[in-house]
């Protein structure tokens, strides 16, 4: 019988693409999410009843337990960017991270794979970087042999980083940054599959790669090659981080006042605090090279997703060419 792998948060973001290369590696695919009738487009990425969407609680030891039942090996892609409810960083990148390491030790498996994040620090003052350098702590505890990816920021398709910077074009004449001059290194959602598959299969020696893309630019820059693949033009404006703190600090409250109806969505205080700061690869830091992966350019990927987002969509680039031709 093929090998079986539980991916945690397997229909997000990452975890769809390493669902779709398991399955293509033969795997039985797992996905455990909190809504599986939302994510029932996972079963198309292999031959019937090969990947199959579960409902799993990862704050809950049983539900937990349930979904790895049987498994190989696991995979944990679950992660907040903003707090909601009971989805709180610490229940979720600290206490969620922990139980499903703890409980994949004591069924035995294998094979670990969890994605973190670049900028991952136990002693940092954002609450999101702080409890993810104590998930990636939970699970070494349990599973010493685990692999831990560390990306950038990630762009692909369903990305909420230039999907949403190239839909506020459409309506604003300006494009206002939080830390204009902060640098990336962003990093293809797909490549970031690829790592962990090569992780789940065995292919990657244990320990923590920091994950980046070739190109390491501003937040400036970026947007503005963004505006360059979306064929738009917008006045980009750094908003000085003392204004941004007022903005972010009057959102949250908001969101505490309304109960959370408003979820604060656009800035919050925590991610003020890590727009601060670099989000690049260490130096020394194992990555892409330690896994023999190539990493996709920027250029060979967003024309590929952002052409909505043209004043003329698909056809822009022939309007264009037409033009230059004088037809």
């Keep these: 019988m093929s090998k079986l792998v539980t991916i945690f948060g397997g229909s997000g973001f990452v975890g769809r693409y390493v669902a779709r290369r398991m399955a293509g590696e033969g795997w039985r695919v797992r996905v455990a999410v909190r809504r599986p009738n939302e994510a029932m487009f996972v079963k198309t990425y292999g031959v019937v009843g090969q990947v199959e969407p579960i409902l799993c609680n990862i704050r809950?030891?049983?539900?937990?337990?349930?979904?790895?039942?049987?498994?190989?090996?696991?995979?944990?892609?679950?992660?907040?960017?903003?707090?909601?409810?009971?989805?709180?960083?610490?229940?979720?990148?600290a206490e969620g991270a922990e139980r499903i390491a703890r409980l994949a030790a004591q069924q035995g498996i294998a094979q670990m794979v969890h994605i973190s994040a670049i900028g991952a620090d136990a002693a940092s003052d954002s609450q999101y970087s702080r409890t993810k350098a104590q998930g990636e702590a939970g699970i070494l505890e349990h599973m010493p042999g685990a692999v831990i990816l560390r990306p950038s920021v990630i762009f692909g398709t369903e990305d909420q980083f230039f999907n949403r910077f190239a839909g506020m074009t459409r309506i604003?004449?300006?494009?206002?940054?939080?830390?204009?001059?902060?640098?990336?290194?962003?990093?293809?959602?797909?490549?970031?599959?690829?790592?962990?598959?090569?992780?789940?299969?065995?292919r990657a020696p244990a320990g923590v790669y920091e994950l980046g893309g070739p190109e390491v630019k501003t937040f400036r820059a970026l947007m503005q090659q963004m505006l360059d693949v979306i064929h738009r033009r917008r006045?980009?404006?750094?908003?000085?981080?003392?204004?941004?703190?007022?903005?972010?600090?009057?959102?949250?409250?908001?969101?505490?006042?309304?109960?959370?109806?408003?979820?604060?969505?656009?800035?919050?205080?925590?991610?003020?605090?890590?727009l601060r700061r670099d989000n690049v690869v260490s130096e020394g830091a194992m990555g892409f090279a330690d896994l023999a992966i190539e990493p996709s350019t920027l250029e060979s990927v967003?024309?590929?997703?952002?052409?909505k987002f043209r004043p003329s969509g698909q056809y822009d680039d022939i309007q264009n060419s037409a033009k230059n031709l004088k037809i």
């Design 60 to 93: 809950d030891d049983a539900s937990v337990a349930l979904a790895m039942q049987g498994a190989d090996a696991v995979v944990n892609c679950v992660g907040v960017l903003n707090e909601l409810g009971k989805n709180e960083f610490d229940a979720v990148q």
């Design 172 to 202: 604003n004449p300006f494009l206002p940054l939080v830390g204009a001059e902060t640098k990336f290194q962003p990093v293809f959602v797909d490549d970031v599959a690829q790592a962990a598959v090569k992780g789940v299969l065995g």
């Design 235 to 274: 006045v980009i404006i750094g908003m000085p981080f003392w204004v941004a703190r007022i903005m972010a600090g009057v959102l949250d409250i908001v969101k505490f006042v309304s109960f959370q109806l408003f979820p604060n969505n656009i800035l919050t205080r925590d991610q003020l605090k890590n």
């Design 302 to 307: 967003l024309p590929e997703y952002l052409w």
